[in-house]
């Protein structure tokens, strides 16, 4: 079967059509959104800016020893009051959606016992984390439910556990918003969809040393996209709902299932009221394909009222003031908006510049009064954000992302090659830095494990406005390329780099490395 002219319509998307794969790659070819394609609700959606902004609830360790602190988790469904007057069914860590929010020091080690009560095995990965392989969530590590004991077939050569199993984290890196999720081989999208994700921030000294917003003016903003069936249940286009065997989705889907509803942890369009005040805003885009682009509606007057401060893997070495933020499925942007310099009462709006209809807003802010601040944004940030030279990489390598023929299905490699968890991509010996040469047909955020890299150029342009610090995803355009620079250390194994486009991922877009 080849790729039908349904199925290319619903990869281009209403998005500026992609040129052919290999004329010369051209700065500023911008799709303006996503690629992937609505999926229309079959019911009302609700009311915008009418349910308050809630925010995950911190986990307490079970216990904590000299250099370690110790969590439980249970991956269950659970019944969530996301839409007025109807429950819908989630899975999520401790039965919430966001899963709780945890919350770490650098160099002190996380454990976490994750047991599974789900109807499907489950794999989880802390995405941004530098994990040695054994924890890092391989695609194929399943932990299986307890009732689920004998069903252990073809897992191509995973660990697997049953019931519960433990995650270790060393954390040996710096402060940054990291978030941990499901990544069980073809069924990371549908998993993601049905809740299972959630913050984990970790802080460090020279963090807490800046006079930046702290405590209840920190704020995880978890963004995600979602569409809900006329029962009030979460509509997601699988070809087996049961999840277990069959990965994939219907067509037109397969570029990417994109929802109607914008949900802030968890809640449609809510409201938050702030203080005139700086804040803290961890934005997150969780969402399975869609991009963003963020502004606050109004401006101030002067503009630039998203003063960025980190990324993926932490601080900047300096804040940038951006008027939007485009942001990537997975990618995490650090802000700090000023309310001071809104009127107390005023109404302002996060939108999505890229939306339409009801996906052009986000979620409102309400500025309640004055409050005291002493808070600032110092212009120097981190000195551990400093650029790594170009010169120091031992090899270049080129991988080209795109759509393709994957056993008679439309899915989506690398280099031609759909995910094989038996084949390497590169072996590089610890300590080595390399650089990557990412090449694009549409929309693909492209992620790593292990290793947080810098973006060197995109096109024959220097990186873009959104590019700035360490980062473990780079959100790529239709027809780009981007050089990317990266060192692999401290763990030795098997890790896996993939597009954070779920339905790309779970349709092949993903490969292996492994450091020696
Ligand atoms: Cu956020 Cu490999 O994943
Ligand atoms: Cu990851
Ligand atoms: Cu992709």
């Given at each position: ?9 619903g990869i281009i998307?209403g998005t500026?059509?992609a040129t052919?794969?290999?004329v010369p790659?051209i700065?500023?070819?911008r799709?303006s959104s ?5 999926l ?6 609700p009311?915008?800016f ?6 995950p609830?911190?986990?307490q360790?079970?216990?904590t020893e000299a ?9 269950k ?12 069914q989630i899975?999520?860590?401790n039965?919430i959606f ?8 650098s160099?002190r080690?996380a ?10 095995p489950?794999v989880v ?5 530098h994990t ?8 194929t590590?399943?932990l ?8 252990n077939?073809?897992?191509m ?5 049953h019931g519960q199993?433990d ?8 402060a940054a918003?990291?978030w941990y999720h499901?990544?069980?081989?073809d ?7 049905h809740?299972?994700a959630g913050?984990?921030?970790v802080?460090d000294?020279?963090e807490r040393r ?8 920190d704020?995880?903003?978890m963004?995600?996209?979602r569409s ?5 249940s979460?509509?997601?286009?699988s ?5 277990l065997?069959t990965?994939?989705?219907k067509e ?6 994109l ?7 968890g809640?449609p369009?809510?409201?938050?009221d702030?203080?005139a005040?700086?804040y803290r ?7 399975n394909?869609?991009r ?6 109004p401006?101030?007057?002067g ?18 003031a ?20 809104y009127q107390s ?6 939108r999505n ?6 996906t ?7 500025v309640t009064g ?7 944004i110092?212009e120097?940030?981190?000195?551990a954000?400093a650029?790594l ?5 031992a ?10 023929d994957?056993s008679?299905?439309p899915?989506?490699?690398i280099?031609g090659q759909p995910?094989?968890?038996?084949y390497d991509?590169a072996?590089?010996?610890?300590g080595?830095?390399e650089?990557w040469r990412l090449?694009t047909?549409?929309?693909h955020p492209?992620?790593l ?8 150029r995109?096109g024959?342009?220097p990186?873009?406005a959104?590019d700035?610090?360490?980062?473990d995803t ?7 390329e981007?050089?990317i620079?990266v ?5 030795k194994?098997r890790?896996v780099?993939?597009?954070h ?9 993903m ?6």
């Amino acid at each position: 079967m080849s790729l039908s002219r349904r199925a290319l319509l619903g990869i281009i998307g209403g998005t500026a059509a992609a040129t052919v794969v290999g004329v010369p790659l051209i700065h500023g070819v911008r799709g303006s959104s996503s690629t992937g394609e609505l999926l229309p609700s079959r019911r009302p959606l609700p009311p915008p800016f009418k349910r308050p902004l809630t925010v995950p609830p911190v986990l307490q360790p079970t216990r904590t020893e000299a250099t370690a602190d110790y969590y439980d988790i249970v991956q269950k469904a659970a019944y969530a009051e996301i839409l007025p007057d109807v429950r819908t069914q989630i899975w999520g860590y401790n039965g919430i959606f966001p899963g709780p929010t945890i919350v770490s020091r650098s160099g002190r080690r996380a454990v976490i016992t994750h047991r599974n009560e789900l109807p499907v095995p489950v794999v989880v990965h802390l995405h941004g984390g530098h994990t040695p392989p054994e924890h890092d969530g391989y695609p194929t590590d399943l932990l299986y439910p307890l009732n689920m004991a004998g069903m252990n077939h073809d897992h191509m050569g995973g660990a697997i556990s049953h019931g519960q199993r433990d995650y270790l984290y060393p954390l040996q890196q710096r402060a940054a918003t990291l978030w941990y999720h499901d990544h069980r081989m073809d069924f990371t999208g549908p998993s993601l969809w049905h809740g299972l994700a959630g913050f984990h921030l970790v802080g460090d000294d020279d963090e807490r040393r800046l006079p930046l917003p702290i405590g209840d003016r920190d704020i995880p903003l978890m963004i995600t996209d979602r569409s809900f069936d006329t029962d009030g249940s979460l509509l997601y286009p699988s070809l087996d709902p049961t999840l277990l065997t069959t990965p994939g989705v219907k067509e037109p889907y397969g570029a990417g299932v994109l929802g109607d509803v914008i949900l802030v942890n968890g809640t449609p369009w809510p409201v938050a009221d702030v203080s005139a005040v700086r804040y803290r805003l961890r934005l997150l885009n969780a969402s399975n394909a869609r991009r963003y682009k963020l502004t606050l509606h109004p401006a101030p007057s002067g503009g630039q009222s998203l003063v960025q401060i980190g990324t993926d893997g932490g601080l900047l070495d300096r804040p940038i003031a951006h008027d939007a933020i485009e942001i990537a499925p997975a990618q995490r942007f650090d802000i700090i908006v000023d309310f001071s310099r809104y009127q107390s009462g005023q109404e302002i709006t996060l939108r999505n510049e890229f939306g339409d209809g009801s996906t052009t807003h986000v979620m409102r802010f309400r500025v309640t009064g004055p409050a005291p601040d002493a808070t600032h944004i110092p212009e120097q940030l981190s000195a551990a954000a400093a650029v790594l030279p170009a010169n120091t990489a031992a090899i270049t390598r080129t991988l080209l992302f795109r759509h393709d023929d994957v056993s008679g299905m439309p899915g989506w490699t690398i280099n031609g090659q759909p995910f094989n968890p038996n084949y390497d991509f590169a072996q590089p010996k610890l300590g080595t830095t390399e650089i990557w040469r990412l090449i694009t047909d549409f929309h693909h955020p492209i992620h790593l494990h292990l290793g947080h890299f810098q973006v060197l150029r995109r096109g024959i342009g220097p990186a873009g406005a959104y590019d700035h610090g360490w980062k473990d995803t780079i959100d790529l355009r239709p027809a780009e390329e981007a050089m990317i620079i990266v060192t692999f250390d401290d763990y030795k194994g098997r890790y896996v780099f993939h597009c954070h486009n779920l339905e790309h991922e779970d349709m092949a877009m993903m490969g292996n490395f492994t450091t020696t």
